[in-house]
Structures are given as C-alpha cells and as structure tokens.
C-alpha cells in the first residue's frame, strides 16, 4: 500500500490550495480515508476523515467550515480543499487509510503518505 499526497505549497493567509493523496489499494473504497497535519514543533494532530461512499465527512473544530474533504473511488483518490488559510494552518499534511469506521485517532489509521508541507504567510 502507498499513499502518495500532492499540492501543498506557499499561499498568503486568506488563500486557499488543493491537496490530493492517491492510494495504491485495490479496495480503496473499502476504507476511510483521513488527513492529519503536522506543525512545526508539535504533535501531529487530525484534521478530517471521509467515510467509504464519500457521503459522510468528519471535522476537526479547528478546520470546520473551512476544508473540504472528498474523495473519488474511481481515482483512488482523496482530496482535502483548504479554504481561508490561515497561518496556524502551517503543516505539513498526511494523508493516511482509516478502517471501516470514521474517527479522528491515529490508531485507527494504518498506513500513511510521506506528507506535503503547507506554508501559509501572513
């Protein structure tokens, strides 16, 4: 299995960017896809989760209402839209394979994308 994340990049703060993690899994519709970020000198925490069909989403508080995660089964794809970027949103970005149930705890995820790093300026 590998997860192969794109799209990361340096925006100004109210900006907005597009990652994308595709997945060598044969049954990629079979599982939860999620993202997590990691900021300099912090622990890396969640950030979103889509189920199986991509018709149902969870949010980390802090991206609510501002990333858009989806995903597309044909593609083996997931996508995280970021929209209003501010510069706590700084990371670098992992995209990583859920189980069958949706959760923001890393030990539901078992395999994991070498990340892509977020800078946004102020």
């Known amino acids: 299995v590998q997860l192969q994340a794109s799209g990361g990049g340096l925006v100004q703060a109210g900006g907005s960017l597009r990652l994308s993690c595709v997945a060598s899994?044969?049954?990629?519709?079979?599982?939860?896809m999620g993202w997590f970020r990691q900021a300099p000198g912090k622990e890396r925490e969640f950030v979103a989760a889509?189920?199986?069909?991509?018709?149902?989403?969870y949010y980390a508080d802090s991206v609510k209402g501002r990333f858009t995660i989806s995903r597309d089964n044909a593609k083996n794809t997931v996508y995280l839209q970021m929209n209003s970027l501010k510069p706590e949103d700084t990371a670098v970005y992992y995209c990583?394979?859920?189980?069958?149930?949706?959760?923001?705890?890393?030990?539901?995820?078992?395999?994991w994308g070498q990340g892509t790093l977020v800078t946004v300026s102020s």
């Open positions: 899994i044969r049954t990629f519709s079979a599982y939860v």
């Open positions: 889509v189920n199986r069909s991509g018709g149902s989403t």
């Open positions: 990583a394979r859920g189980g069958f149930g949706m959760s923001g705890r890393e030990t539901e995820y078992d395999y």
